[in-house]
């Protein structure tokens, strides 16, 4: 039988998936080992720490970003006219580049050396802001 090539995550033991940290960007964690491990601290572990996407923040926190997002989107149009900084000016462009970048999104995050986040209200305010000038 041949030997096991999965790999293990440094801190806590369990398998971590090749196509989660491609480039060791975690250097061999899962990402929220990696938080815990080197952005949490000095943070009590059940509590937010103020990252973005931090695991202990409470869910309505990010509920209530993406609903801010939303309005800050809302507010682009004001003046009834398109905003000059979007490129997607009708809602079937704007919705047909929202579908591409989620399509997308995995390459965005790594392109950045991120992980996507656990948190899918990050995303999705993520994914709307980038659908105004996404192509």
């Known amino acids: 039988m041949p030997a096991s090539t999965e790999t293990r995550c440094r801190r ?26 080197f952005e949490h601290d000095p943070t009590d572990p059940d509590d937010d720490c103020g990252i973005a996407g931090c695991p202990s923040a409470p869910a309505v926190r990010h509920k209530e970003r993406l609903a801010a997002t939303v309005r800050e989107l809302l507010a682009d149009w004001s003046a009834g ?21 989620l399509d997308d999104s995995d390459g965005y995050y790594a392109g950045r050396g991120r992980a996507v986040p656990a948190d899918g209200w990050q995303v999705a305010a993520e994914a709307l802001r980038a659908a105004t000038v996404y192509e």
Do not use: I, K, Q, S
Not at 16 to 23: C, G, S, Y
């Open 81 to 101: 006219e398109p905003p000059a900084n979007w490129e997607n000016h009708t809602v079937p462009d704007y919705l047909a580049a929202l579908a591409a970048w």
């Open 12 to 37: 806590c033991g369990r398998a971590l998936a090749a196509h989660r940290d491609p480039a060791g960007l975690f250097e061999g964690m899962h990402w929220v080992c990696f938080h815990y491990e």
